[in-house]
């Protein structure tokens, strides 16, 4: 019983990460401090890569996740070589840093364009 509450609560979380940011926000405010957006951003983007690779694995089926990890890795290899010509001073911290949260801004479209596109074909598996 208290597995399959623990499973379920579980995959809650990862179908719809928003859900953790919700309660974060909550559990900040109710201990007193008050909630940073980019520190719930933060916690919150685990959560949105674990369920872009789930719904994406989902409807594309396998390879997926190799996919996602190749243009997480672009990504920030880009990242690193702009922000280096940019800045004389570069800071390893700061840039995975600021590509966390440019990651957090790029998965959030995704999770909702692959949450819509499961959807519709389901919808459309169903009706024929």
């Known amino acids: 019983m208290v597995s399959m509450l623990f499973s379920n609560v579980i995959a809650v979380i990862v179908i719809f990460p928003f859900i953790v940011s919700v309660c974060l926000q909550f559990f900040y405010r109710r201990f007193g401090h008050t909630p940073t957006v980019r520190k719930i951003a933060d916690l919150t983007t685990p959560f949105l890569f674990l369920s872009v690779y789930l719904i994406a694995y989902t409807i594309f ?33 700061r840039l995975i840093r600021k590509v966390w949260r440019l990651y957090f801004i790029l998965l959030i479209p995704a999770y909702l364009i692959l949450m819509m596109t499961g959807l519709v074909l389901k919808i459309i598996e169903y009706v024929t």
Do not use: H, N, P
């Not at 243009?71 to 010509?85: D, G, K, P, T, V």
């Open 61 to 93: 089926g396998d390879g997926v996740g190799f996919t996602i990890v190749i243009l997480a890795l672009s990504i920030i290899i880009m990242y690193a070589i702009f922000e280096r010509r940019r800045v004389k001073e570069f800071q390893v911290i």
